[in-house]
């Protein structure tokens, strides 16, 4: 006998005199996570854009807090040190969050292959991920030294003369932070191909090799669609990291040689916690937020729209 939808018993519901105890049951396994959130993103969040309308040095106490309506946003618009750390932020992010895409394809895709010491390989190259940032920043601070690193020594065999100074050079210093960021981040996109290669489509693969496809025409027809969604995620919370860097930029150049490496996140530790204009740089960090959020909305709709229509 066919049972229709008009048919079917109706899902038991718990009594009334259980729900509320039940009810209460559940707000206490969220209150811990629900303080957590109040108190250290809700609140701050709130205290930033409270701050950015106002006028306020630290060290004059609360009493101290003066209304100055728009006027450091208006500051920071015509701020040319802004400027120069938005042109640097969009380098260090434009740069280092392609190629750590690209390159954790690629070892995904090596990865993938049924090769000796694969669950080994794969450990090695997740390990800068979950690895400090201050232990990261020490191993490149002396794989990077100008005159005793192992960088430089590896590029004197190979015969160059005009060897970088990398975080001691106002030249070098934002590229090598850069290749410092690909490197850690590395792993985590790999990891996340891999999980992806997973699930794609065998049969298409198997009526692929059938059909006399070669590697290059099933990477193209079959692995790459399939990871574009991936993709598009790897791109997106990347970019939110790596826009948001600060450790990296803190422990190995200080914003230095000169401001060559003072990214967004930095200058505003600088303007607050250095020089103490808290509102000033609460309105840096409103402005650069916004900036993110829309960068990462047309990131994430054209990306999106290509992959719909892949």
């Given at each position: ?121 794969r450990a090695m190259f997740f390990m800068p991920y979950i690895v400090s940032t201050v232990a990261v920043g020490m191993t490149w601070l ?57 699930d794609a489509p065998t049969d298409l693969y198997e009526a692929a090799e059938v059909d006399g496809a070669g590697p290059w025409r099933r ?92």
């Amino acid at each position: 006998m066919v049972v229709t939808a008009a048919q079917a018993p109706a899902a038991p519901t718990p009594p009334a005199s259980q729900a509320g105890p039940r009810a209460r049951a559940g707000w206490l396994f969220i209150l811990p996570n629900l303080v957590g959130v109040t108190l250290f993103t809700f609140v701050p969040l709130l205290s930033v854009v409270v701050l950015a309308f106002t006028d306020w040095n630290l060290v004059s106490g609360l009493g101290g807090i003066e209304f100055i309506g728009a006027d450091n946003f208006v500051n920071v618009l015509q701020d040319p040190t802004f400027w120069g750390s938005v042109g640097r932020t969009v380098i260090y992010a434009g740069v280092s969050v392609p190629m750590t895409v690209v390159c954790g394809l690629a070892l995904s895709l090596a990865l993938d292959r049924d090769i000796p010491g694969r669950g080994v390989l794969r450990a090695m190259f997740f390990m800068p991920y979950i690895v400090s940032t201050v232990a990261v920043g020490m191993t490149w601070l002396m794989l990077m030294n100008p005159s005793a690193g192992v960088v430089n020594q590896f590029l004197s065999l190979l015969g160059l003369a005009d060897l970088p100074g990398w975080f001691a050079s106002s030249y070098w210093a934002l590229p090598a932070l850069i290749i410092v960021a690909i490197w850690s981040g590395l792993g985590y996109a790999a990891v996340i191909y891999l999980s992806a290669l997973q699930d794609a489509p065998t049969d298409l693969y198997e009526a692929a090799e059938v059909d006399g496809a070669g590697p290059w025409r099933r990477f193209r027809a079959i692995t790459w669609p399939s990871l574009l969604p991936t993709t598009v995620f790897l791109l997106v919370t990347l970019f939110i990291g790596t826009s948001q860097g600060f450790g990296l930029v803190a422990l190995l150049t200080s914003g230095g040689p000169g401001d060559s490496t003072t990214v967004l996140p930095y200058y505003m530790y600088q303007t607050g916690f250095q020089f103490y204009r808290f509102g000033y740089a609460a309105a840096i960090g409103l402005v650069t937020f916004v900036g993110v959020l829309l960068l990462t909305l047309a990131m994430w709709r054209a990306q999106r729209g290509r992959a719909l229509h892949d």
